[in-house]
């Protein structure tokens, strides 16, 4: 099973979507392997962007991620990290699909209301970020022989 990071950013906090947004992700199947609500500290966020320093938008990004409590979590599944990322659909919300998280209840790139993973590589150097080892649980569902083949 692949985990992968999920934030929902401040303003899908701010709006009250973030039951709907973990909702989506639920229904799809993946489980939730750990998961809290916190501010970032201006500290964690540049580690978390720092792939995006120099960039136009970085200093912007970091104001907006640290601005307003965020819920943190790690979903685990197969392909999580595939799964999440067409589920959030794209960056820029004019240009997500139909049915998606971004295209259905976002307008701007700046406030896309939900951060993931975008490889196996980069949820490896997130998930620690945010969570120890020992908060992160692994479980068996019920529904899962239903989901997973």
């Known amino acids: 099973m692949e985990r992968t990071l999920v934030i929902v950013k401040p303003d899908g906090v701010q709006r009250g979507l973030a039951g709907e947004i973990i909702g989506r992700f639920e229904r799809r199947g993946l489980r939730m392997a750990a998961m809290k609500l916190m501010q970032i500290p201006l500290e964690l966020a540049q580690q978390l962007y720092a792939v995006h320093k120099g960039k136009h938008f970085y200093e912007g990004l970091i104001q907006y991620i640290t601005s307003s409590p965020v819920v943190v979590m790690v979903l685990e599944g197969k392909d999580a990290i595939e799964i999440v990322r067409r589920t959030m659909g794209a960056t820029n919300p ?3 699909a139909p049915g998606t998280i971004r295209a ?3 307008l701007e ?3 896309n209301l939900v951060h993931g993973s975008d490889s196996l590589e980069t949820a490896k150097y997130e998930v ?4 120890n080892d020992d908060e992160i649980l692994s479980y068996p569902r019920d529904t899962d022989r239903w989901i997973f083949e």
Do not use: E, N, S
């Open 94 to 96: 004019a240009q997500a």
């Open 104 to 106: 259905d209840l976002a």
């Open 109 to 111: 790139t700046g406030r």
């Open 128 to 131: 620690p970020l945010f969570f």
